[in-house]
């Protein structure tokens, strides 16, 4: 079983910024994949940005310009930098991390709350 634990989640003002962080139990080395999701109240959990093992990223068209995901192999830590915050972007962010030796696994951190209000 692997742990993902999520920290930097908070309240700030529109067009402010909050940086997420990720910490699992296992080497990041060991991790295929990683990425952030959000859930907001009444809507479904939805892709915000991943990172795979080489550094290769993608976002969701609705944070591209703003969110910056990367991951720190001598921290053992991802990362979410969000800049430019939107009311939109209030959601619980999870953790994510794949791997697909030897078969697909994935696992969840707890969630964040960010909430972007004035």
């Known amino acids: 079983q692997v742990q993902l634990v999520e920290s930097g989640g908070g309240l700030v003002q529109p067009g402010g910024s909050l940086s997420l962080s990720c910490v699992p139990s296992?080497?990041?080395?060991?991790?295929?994949?990683m990425g952030w999701y959000r859930q907001a109240p009444g809507k479904s959990r939805e892709l915000v940005a991943r990172?795979?093992?080489?550094?290769?990223?993608n976002y969701a068209d609705s944070v591209k310009g703003r969110f910056t995901i990367s991951r720190d192999n001598a921290k053992n830590t991802m990362y979410l930098q969000m800049n430019s915050l939107k009311p939109e972007d209030t959601a619980v962010y999870y953790c994510?991390?794949?791997?697909?030796?030897?078969?697909?696994?994935?696992?969840w951190g707890p969630g964040t709350q960010v909430t972007v209000s004035s």
């Open positions: 296992v080497s990041i080395f060991s991790i295929n994949d």
């Open positions: 990172i795979t093992n080489g550094d290769s990223t």
């Open positions: 994510n991390a794949q791997f697909f030796t030897p078969f697909l696994r994935q696992y």
